[in-house]
């Protein structure tokens, strides 16, 4: 990048706010928790779905065709 747009002042209300560290709480909204316990639910449901296609699919293709 060149200096003069790095150099550049923030466009569109001045210089950038800044935030109070008191207000951040690092655990999240109690709807962000909730979206993330969701989220990781659906991870482990979708892994064990895999696993159990990937056991049938393994179980099928070891043994023999039952239409010969």
């Known amino acids: 990048m060149s200096e003069e747009l790095m150099a ?3 466009s569109g209300g ?3 706010r800044n935030r109070t560290a008191g ?8 709807a962000t928790r909730k979206m ?7 991870r482990e ?10 056991q049938n699919h393994n179980r099928i293709a070891g043994s023999p065709d039952p239409a010969l």
């Open 14 to 16: 001045g210089a950038p």
């Open 36 to 42: 993330r316990e969701q989220a990781r639910r659906r």
């Open 45 to 54: 449901a979708e892994a064990k779905l895999q696993l159990h296609l990937m």
């Open 23 to 30: 207000l951040f709480h690092p655990e999240g909204s109690e």
């Open 8 to 10: 550049a002042a923030p």
